[in-house]
Structure formats: C-alpha cells, structure tokens
C-alpha cells in the first residue's frame, strides 16, 4: 500500500495550485483519505479528507471556500484543489489513508492519529 503525493511548488499569493495523490496497492473504494500539512515549528493539521465509500467530505475552517478536495476512482487519485493561496498556507503537505473500517464519519476519521499510511510529503510554498 503506498500513496504518491505530488503537484506542490512556488505560488503567489491569490495563485492556484492543484495537488495529486495517487493510490496503489489498495482501491480507493473502502477507505477514508486525506490531506494534512505541516508547517516549520507546528503541528501537522488536518485540512481536508473525502470518504471514498459516500463521497463525504471534512474541510478545515482555515481553508473552507477557497480548498475543495475530489477523487478519480478510475485513476485511484484523490486531488486537493488549492484556490485563493495565502502566505500562511505555506506548508508540506502529506496525503494519508485511514484503513480501518468503521461508522464513524469523515470528519471523525479525518485526524493524523487515525491515519495508517502516509505519503510522502509534497512542499507548497506562497510568496506574498
């Protein structure tokens, strides 16, 4: 099981970016996934996750209206959409996957703690 973040770079602030992260291993089909950040000298958070049973999704307060996150079933990719960038969006963003099957939902599994795989992090940076 292993999931490819990618798609980060350098932006200016009000810029657009779009991140990837392919799936392999598994089918998206049954699990929750996510997309979290970690900024230099802060925990990483949560910023977004999509259930891939019911398409529901979680988005963070912080990133609401301007991040909308999406998957392609058929290409086992789950995309977070990056609009309106700010400066304190900066940050390396990690995709990850929660396995564990349970009624709960999104924004319940949508924790780093919950997370049993993790992608290696791709960096967003916004210039202002």
């Known amino acids: 099981v292993q999931l490819q973040a990618s798609g980060g770079g350098l932006v200016q602030a009000g810029g657009s970016l779009r991140l990837s992260c392919a799936a392999s291993g598994f089918t998206l089909d049954d699990y929750v996934i996510g997309w979290f950040r970690q900024a230099p000298g802060k925990e990483r958070e949560r910023v977004s996750c999509?259930?891939?049973?019911?398409?529901?999704?979680y988005i963070a307060d912080s990133v609401k209206g301007r991040f909308t996150i999406s998957r392609d079933n058929a290409k086992n990719t789950v995309y977070l959409h990056l609009n309106n960038l700010k400066s304190e969006d900066t940050a390396v963003y990690y995709c990850a996957a929660d396995l564990t099957k349970t009624f709960r939902g999104v924004g319940f599994r949508c924790t780093p703690r919950r997370m049993d795989v993790w992608g290696k992090g791709t960096q967003v940076t916004v210039s202002s």
């Open positions: 999509i259930s891939s049973s019911d398409d529901s999704t």
